[in-house]
């Protein structure tokens, strides 16, 4: 392999890390909006990836493993509270998510960051004449 091979090898995935870190943080919050519109009645895990599906129009789609695992942490770090429902039908059991007091707290402080840090990244596009 050519030096500058390794090279072009390198930058690939150095450019592909760092887009997954991008992408996950906005699944993150994406993930934490979906349970925040769904507040009133919950919802279940299945739902959720249909809904990050539709409102991503599938361009944010990784595993399923994945967004439990982010949903699993959330738990964990007290920003949602889980109920286990049963249905009416023969159906098993579903895990509902909701936000906790907390995890409305993190969902607020996290959009505005989003927002926030958008905004300056957006300002420098614009000044720079970059992706218009």
């Known amino acids: ?7 072009d090898s390198i930058t690939i995935d150095f450019i592909e890390k760092e887009a997954e870190l991008l992408k996950i943080s906005a699944i993150r919050l994406l993930l934490l909006d979906i349970i925040k519109q769904h507040q009133d009645k919950g919802i279940y895990g299945y739902q959720i990836g249909e809904k990050l599906s539709l409102v991503t129009e599938g361009d944010l789609i990784g595993s399923q493993a994945g967004f ?8 964990k770090e007290g920003l949602l509270k889980t109920e286990l429902r049963s249905s009416e039908t023969s159906r098993p059991t579903r895990k509902y998510y909701l936000l ?5 707290q993190v969902y607020h402080a996290l959009w505005q ?9 957006s300002r420098i596009l614009k000044k720079n004449d970059l992706f218009e």
Request: net charge positive; glycine share 6%.
């Open 1 to 7: 392999m050519s030096n500058a091979h390794k090279k």
């Open 68 to 75: 439990y695992a982010i949903l699993r942490r959330y738990h």
């Open 100 to 104: 906790t007091q907390k995890g409305e």
């Open 113 to 121: 960051n989003w927002i926030h840090y958008s905004g300056i990244i």
